[in-house]
């Protein structure tokens, strides 16, 4: 009788003391460092020994030089909504490849504190806007100065990364367009910023239907923007659409498009260009469309989609990825587990959850390639800050059309990408899912120089929480 309560009791220990550690071992420290958590993986290539290195509060822009654009951007909250300057999204930030700008963050009012990151802009680290990593979070009444140099032309935004996955729900956000040295801007350039707020799908802050004064003939340049946490799909109706550039990268050799839409992840943007014919057309999205002229009434939303990958015409990319410095897995899965004491259900990154997972370690200078694979059950908008990658293959598949180069790259359950890039923008750059619930879930991690130092940590007495 003793024995078998014995062994009893031993069996309940045996359950209990490995999920006590397990709980134990979730909790989140009041603060941490980014680059002292998890583990480093070094992807195959050597381990430099740094005893000091650049702190990431110093890597910055030229403080000298005077900035060519200038803007002051007021953030409030008003009921469950942010506003940038009154309004949301807000203004559009329109520079030019070479200029200097400097945006001016006030938060006025948001009680957790604001950063704002450049999505898809390769800024200095210190400029990247990731609360904990790259700056303390802006407290209500103080303002912070962003600069950094606008390198490539293109279309990208800017939103919070301070509680991003409620803050930028709420609407802090904006386009940023990045006009070719000289160009003057055109009413015929548009933005389309697709966001759903309080559950109702909006263009550009509106409901419904938007018309650009276009005539027949001209040229519409589209911008789409996703700032949702799901994918969307834009379209036309009425005439083909070219698809000129993905997240700000021009593609080589592209072909009008008829029947097909496009797929945009989360953070993706493309531009589509579409010639006005004299019935007008549409660019279209699930639930709104921008009417180009006159109104040639909706169409459907093509069932079939436009395969990126196959897309344009092939030519040199511009980087050999073939003899990598550094190759890593980030393999996305998901098991029960606690997170910060939480029971759940919970992202992995190869098989461990947050914290407890890779910092990415590379040297600059390195090509690094990146074999995302996805079997967690549910589709991933994979955004890594800082740098664009190209797309080497899917499934195993190399890519056969234009060079691909992304800030945002949507896994589906069951597919992998190869994608690879040069480090050549010293930092700790977060790469995480850009369904952002799910980064605050854990589905972050962090690319990391290795002669580089942190200078912020989450937590904290700033309350600093990127996600
Ligand atoms: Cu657009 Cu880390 O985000
Ligand atoms: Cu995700």
Known sequence: MRLRTAIAAVLALAVVVPIG????????????????MGYADYG?????????????????????????????????????RITINGTSPGPTLTAHVGDLVQVRLVNENLADGT?????????????????????????PGQEFDYRFVANR??????????????????????????????????????????????GVNMLNGHEGNQTIAAAPGDTVRVRAINTDNTNTAVWTTGAPYVVAAVDGTDLNGPTPVGEKRVVLPAGGRV?????????????????????????????????????????????DPGLDASHPDREFKYSIGRRPGFLDGKPGIWWTINGHQFPNVPMFMVAEGDVVVFDISNHSGELHPMHLHGHHALVLSRNGEPISGSPLWVDSLSVKNGESYQIAFVADNPGIWVDHCHNLPHAQEGLIAHLMYENVTSSYKIG????????
């Open 44 to 80: 195959g290539g050597t381990k430099a020994h740094h005893h000091s290195g650049t702190p990431v509060a110093e890597l910055i822009t030229d403080p000298t030089r005077t900035p060519d654009v200038e803007e002051i951007l007021r953030v409030r909250k008003t009921g469950g």
């Open 153 to 198: 032309p293109g279309t990208y935004w800017y939103h919070s990364h301070q509680v991003s996955h409620e803050q930028v729900r709420e609407g802090l956000l904006g386009p940023i367009v990045i006009l070719p040295t000289g160009a003057e801007p055109s009413p015929l350039d548009v933005t389309a910023v697709i966001h759903q707020y309080d």
């Open 271 to 315: 531009d589509l260009l579409v010639t006005v014919p004299a019935d007008g057309a549409r660019g279209e999205f699930p639930r709104a469309a921008l009417v180009l002229g006159s109104d040639p009434g909706s169409g459907q939303q093509p069932a079939e989609t436009l395969d990126l990958l196959s897309y344009g015409d092939s030519t």
């Open 115 to 139: 950063a704002l990151h450049w999505h898809g802009i390769d800024v200095p680290n210190a400029m990247d806007g990731v609360a904990g990593v790259t700056q303390d979070a802006v407290a």
């Open 460 to 467: 904290g007495t700033a309350g600093n929480q990127p996600e």
């Open 21 to 36: 550690v397990l709980w134990q071992r979730s909790l989140l420290p009041d603060h941490y460092d980014m680059a002292k």
